[in-house]
């Protein structure tokens, strides 16, 4: 496993992080027994992977806590959240801080590494700097928190505009980014601003369903190309982004989804999520292989680095929505 500095924080963190949640949730969304979902938390440490995040909203705060029962609690970086809002109102400061707790007790641990706001809106990001963070300082200076973090939302917030206001924040250290081939516009808008503040980064929605199920790759490069976004001739290439698979390339397109995010200059931590021993192994050894070759990084930031909201997976936003920055 390789490791990198995330941030000003001064947390060592290995560059693959267990994601937690995601479609899978470790397993337990297709039947995976608790036991069978903190197995796999173990084989991730074991390969050497030592951020663990996870959520309030996941449900995956205990099957963590199984896991890191089994090792020293200092050799694990947990990551946990709080969402902003619930029903359709903002919680109170009162109410995160009470997420925060029930979070330490479902992790049964002290304090947790890094702690996020969840999901924060272009809307809410005022709120949460004036009524949010400074409650939740003191949590930190109180010991149960090391650093504070926010999370985007990109299928409501495709150019990143609440991260453009957070990351000059100085109490936000750590921030979660959507970021993957089909979807670089943080590289122009948000990696900049990260480097300058020195603030880590997550990056989130390396491989989504776009690069898993080709159907869904082939209907978003039909669309792009329609509304004269990208090359035609790639809509009419039953896999169009074969150029990346070849001898001395990616081994597959999943791989090179993991190793474009991985080698990218603005990300710290790629996240990754899995409820397959399998899956688990080869996402790590994706993460760990070289950068892919020059040319494929630069064919693949021409055709595709100007556009906004691609791959998204989200049911309210189809990818004819994306639009060019």
Same mark, same amino acid.
């Given at each position: 496993?390789?490791?990198?500095?995330?941030?000003?924080? &001064?947390?060592?963190?290995?560059?693959?992080?267990?994601?937690c949640?995601?479609?899978?949730?470790l397993?337990? %969304?297709?039947?995976?027994?608790?036991?069978?979902?903190?197995d796999?938390?173990?084989?991730a440490?074991?390969?050497?992977?030592?951020?663990?995040d996870?959520?309030?909203?996941?449900?995956?705060?205990?099957i963590?806590?199984?896991?890191?029962? !089994?090792?020293?609690?200092?050799s694990?970086?947990v990551?946990t959240?709080?969402?902003?809002?619930r029903?359709?109102a903002?919680?109170?400061?009162?109410?995160?801080?009470?997420?925060?707790?029930?979070?330490?007790?479902e992790?049964?641990?002290?304090?947790?590494?890094?702690f996020?706001?969840?999901g924060?809106?272009?809307?809410q990001?005022?709120?949460a700097?004036?009524?949010?963070?400074?409650v939740?300082?003191k949590?930190?200076?109180?010991?149960?928190?090391?650093?504070?973090g926010?999370?985007?939302?990109?299928p409501?917030d495709?150019?990143h505009?609440?991260?453009?206001?957070?990351?000059?924040?100085?109490?936000?250290?750590?921030a979660?980014?959507?970021?993957?081939?089909?979807?670089?516009?943080?590289r122009?808008?948000i990696?900049?601003l990260?480097r300058?503040?020195?603030?880590?980064?997550?990056g989130?929605? %390396?491989?989504r369903?776009?690069?898993?199920?080709p159907?869904?790759l082939?209907? %978003?490069?039909?669309?792009? !190309?329609? !509304?004269?976004?990208?090359?035609?001739?790639? %809509?009419?290439n039953?896999d169009?982004l074969?150029?990346?698979?070849?001898?001395?390339?990616a081994?597959?397109?999943?791989?090179?989804?993991?190793?474009?995010?991985?080698?990218d200059?603005?990300?710290?931590?790629?996240?990754?999520?899995?409820?397959?021993a399998a899956?688990?192994?080869?996402?790590? &050894?994706?993460i760990l292989?070289?950068?892919?070759?020059?040319?494929?990084?630069?064919?693949?930031?021409?055709?595709?680095?100007?556009?906004?909201?691609?791959?998204?997976? !989200?049911p309210?936003?189809a990818?004819?929505?994306?639009?060019?920055a």
């Amino acid at each position: 496993m390789e490791y990198t500095r995330l941030g000003r924080t &001064e947390i060592e963190v290995s560059v693959a992080g267990l994601g937690c949640g995601g479609f899978s949730r470790l397993g337990l %969304a297709k039947g995976a027994s608790r036991g069978e979902a903190a197995d796999l938390v173990l084989r991730a440490i074991d390969r050497g992977v030592n951020f663990l995040d996870t959520a309030a909203s996941y449900g995956t705060e205990r099957i963590v806590a199984d896991a890191i029962a !089994a090792r020293d609690r200092s050799s694990v970086i947990v990551s946990t959240k709080s969402s902003l809002a619930r029903g359709g109102a903002l919680l109170s400061p009162e109410q995160v801080l009470s997420s925060l707790d029930q979070s330490l007790r479902e992790l049964r641990t002290d304090y947790v590494d890094v702690f996020h706001l969840h999901g924060v809106r272009p809307g809410q990001i005022d709120y949460a700097q004036s009524e949010l963070l400074p409650v939740l300082e003191k949590a930190q200076v109180n010991g149960k928190v090391r650093a504070l973090g926010v999370t985007e939302t990109p299928p409501n917030d495709l150019h990143h505009v609440m991260l453009e206001t957070a990351l000059a924040d100085p109490r936000i250290e750590v921030a979660m980014i959507g970021f993957h081939m089909l979807y670089q516009s943080a590289r122009r808008k948000i990696f900049p601003l990260a480097r300058a503040h020195d603030v880590g980064t997550l990056g989130m929605f %390396a491989v989504r369903l776009i690069f898993s199920q080709p159907e869904r790759l082939n209907d %978003a490069i039909r669309e792009l !190309a329609a !509304a004269g976004e990208i090359p035609p001739e790639l %809509a009419d290439n039953p896999d169009p982004l074969d150029f990346l698979v070849h001898e001395g390339g990616a081994t597959s397109l999943i791989d090179a989804a993991y190793r474009f995010v991985r080698h990218d200059e603005g990300i710290d931590v790629v996240l990754f999520g899995t409820g397959v021993a399998a899956h688990l192994d080869t996402a790590i &050894e994706s993460i760990l292989r070289p950068p892919l070759p020059a040319e494929d990084v630069s064919t693949l930031r021409r055709l595709f680095g100007h556009l906004d909201g691609v791959g998204l997976d !989200a049911p309210n936003l189809a990818s004819k929505q994306a639009r060019s920055a």
